[in-house]
């Protein structure tokens, strides 16, 4: 099917466009995805591009929609910005106040809230490798517990950690350029995993990423959830940063192991979600201490207490402590978290000590009654 795709693609010549969609590098074989009927289709938009990338979009929908085998299509488009002159000066990025003029075309959408949500919240890191996609994932999986209607986006681009985290293989439905997500374990799930090879690394730039982001956000049909959570991408980039400024958050949540490398990076995290006035929710020391199964000795691997010492320093809840433990890494991997696999045991408890203090700030009023 792809190579039908291809052949259709290098058969339509974009309005203004000299070459065909192929030719010009609009469309690049390495990155279209197709199989099972199903397609994900990413075109680059020149920044000089003459014609409407919408009606471009449009076109490529209608010259393919006679391809039998082909069930479900997304198209995502993509824009660079234009390159600044050599001797004009970088000027350092002022966090609070989006650019009045644009190099390019920008077709990121204005800040909005995503219809039927009610809330959203980040699960940050400043760095990768500190348990951030499981803690995003039982924190989830402990607000449904608790009786609220819940998503799961993993906006983690390069590294999508969900579709192992809840064992999840199946595509999700793509219907008039809507997607439907995927329910696990009561929750709504999203992730660009679902729509690429596990194996597949995505090789995109920063403006595609945040355009795929901000479609995952906002053409999946979520339906009416109380709360949206979001596993961010670990550090601060412009992906970070654009969905904290284009996604109104209702707070974040802050993943750190308390080695004194990971807090620093988490530090800038914190204060990225400040600047962007994002309200701290509190701080999360992930594999906190390790208790061996055979002797019940203590361990502190990566130190220990560095995240709670953190949080009281910088004036920010401190939300808890998830222990180094064998079982969490035993259910992650296995596709069935902690939260789901023992609901009773102590690290699920923790988990949902932690999602209880999130509702509390949520819903205060809930939490006063």
């Not at 906002?218 to 904290?244: I, N, S, Y």
């Not at 207490?305 to 910088?314: H, Q, T, V, W």
């Not at 069935?336 to 700030?361: Q, T």
């Amino acid at each position: 099917m792809k190579t039908v795709i291809l052949t259709r693609l290098g058969m339509l010549t974009a309005p203004g466009m000299p070459t065909d969609l192929v030719t010009s590098g609009m469309v690049r074989e390495a990155e279209l995805r197709a199989e099972d009927g199903k397609a994900l289709i990413t075109v680059h938009v020149p920044s000089d591009y003459p014609g409407n990338p919408e009606g471009l979009k449009q076109l490529i929908e209608e010259h393919l929609a006679s391809i039998e085998e082909l069930e479900n299509l997304m198209v995502v488009l993509t824009a660079e910005r234009a390159a600044q002159p050599a001797e004009a000066p970088r000027q350092p990025p002022k966090l609070k106040k989006r650019p009045t003029e644009a190099k390019g075309r920008d077709m990121r959408p204005h800040a909005a809230a995503i219809p039927g949500i009610s809330n959203v919240i980040a699960v940050a890191s400043g760095k990768g490798g500190v348990g951030k996609s499981t803690t995003a994932a039982n924190i989830a999986l402990g607000l449904r517990s608790l009786g609220f209607r819940v998503g799961l986006m993993d906006a983690d681009i390069y590294g999508p950690s969900v579709p192992r985290l809840l064992a999840i293989e199946e595509r999700p439905e793509i219907t008039e350029d809507v997607v439907k997500p995927i329910e696990k374990y009561g929750i709504k799930v999203m992730s660009m995993g679902f729509l690429m090879d596990e194996e597949s690394p995505v090789i995109w730039r920063g403006p595609m990423v945040v355009t795929a982001l901000m479609q995952m956000s906002r053409e999946v049909d979520w339906g009416e959830l109380d709360v949206l959570v979001l596993d961010m991408p670990p550090g601060t980039g412009d992906a970070q940063l654009t969905m904290a400024q284009q996604i109104p958050l209702q707070g974040a949540v802050i993943v750190s192991t308390p080695q004194d490398l990971a807090l620093i990076d988490a530090r800038k995290g914190l204060k990225m979600f400040k600047n962007v006035d994002v309200p701290i929710f509190g701080i999360v020391e992930n594999m906190s201490t390790f208790v061996c199964p055979h002797c019940g000795e203590s361990s502190h691997i990566f130190g220990h207490g560095g995240a709670e010492e953190d949080a009281r320093r910088l004036g920010v809840p401190f939300l808890g402590a998830i222990p180094l433990n064998m079982q969490i890494r035993e259910t992650s991997d296995a596709g069935m978290p902690v939260v789901v696999a023992d609901p009773e045991g102590p690290h699920a408890k923790a988990f949902r000590d932690i999602a209880l203090k999130v509702a509390a700030r949520l819903f205060p009023e809930e939490d006063e009654d």
